[in-house]
């Protein structure tokens, strides 16, 4: 989790990074929020590959479940290691090593309460 404070995020913010990572209109305006700190997508998409993938992750104890999402565990930090060091998913890294920690779970909280 590149872009994640102490290799943790809830499940919607991750959904926004699956749906933004798809997409370059999309990075353009999440480069953009990262420099505003303002979201401006009123929703995203909400992918069930991407909760088939945390349950599989989770089973082969990759991750953990915490009171507000996941966390990589001491294996998952390792698995995702040796993928970037491999060179799996260069792009990807790129972008979210450029916009760093700027995604903040309030900012991905702010739309979210709009849904209610």
């Known amino acids: 989790m590149l872009a994640s ?3 943790k995020s ?7 990074f699956n749906w933004i990572l798809k997409d370059e209109g999309r ?3 999440l480069t953009q929020a990262s420099v505003t700190k303002s979201l401006q997508f ?10 088939t993938a945390l349950a599989f992750a989770k089973a082969d104890g990759l991750i953990e479940s915490t009171s507000t999402g996941v966390k990589l565990t001491v294996n998952g930090k390792e ?3 040796r993928a970037l ?6 792009e990807d890294e790129a972008y979210l090593n450029k916009i760093g920690l700027t995604i903040t779970e309030k900012m991905v ?4 309460e709009r849904w209610s």
Do not use: Q, Y
């Open 79 to 81: 698995f995702c290691t």
């Open 10 to 16: 809830s499940t919607v913010r991750l959904h926004l």
């Open 109 to 112: 909280g702010t739309i979210v």
């Open 42 to 51: 009123p929703a995203w998409g909400l992918d069930p590959a991407l909760d």
């Open 27 to 29: 990075r353009t305006k």
């Open 5 to 7: 404070h102490s290799k």
């Open 85 to 90: 060091k491999a060179g799996l998913f260069e």
